[in-house]
């Protein structure tokens, strides 16, 4: 399992370099946390604390792609 947020990592690093979009950073953590996390035993803390900062990566992001009301 690990591997696929590896790898997703690495595409979403290869978008990033090519589109310089700042909304792929928190993608980019997602991923990188998602993977440590999947590679840590089963039972050990840090990999609930890494899924913990997942989740907030996702927060982030769904915050940035939010739509903006317009100003007036």
Do not use: I
């Amino acid at each position: 399992m690990a591997g696929f947020f590896v790898a997703a990592t690495v595409v979403a690093l290869v978008q990033y370099l090519r589109h310089r979009e700042g909304r792929m950073v928190p993608l980019l953590v997602l991923f990188v946390f998602l993977a440590v996390a999947h590679s840590r035993p089963p039972g050990d803390p840090w990999g609930r604390r890494f899924h913990l900062a997942a989740g907030t990566a996702g927060l982030g992001l769904l915050v940035m792609l939010s739509p903006r009301p317009a100003r007036r």
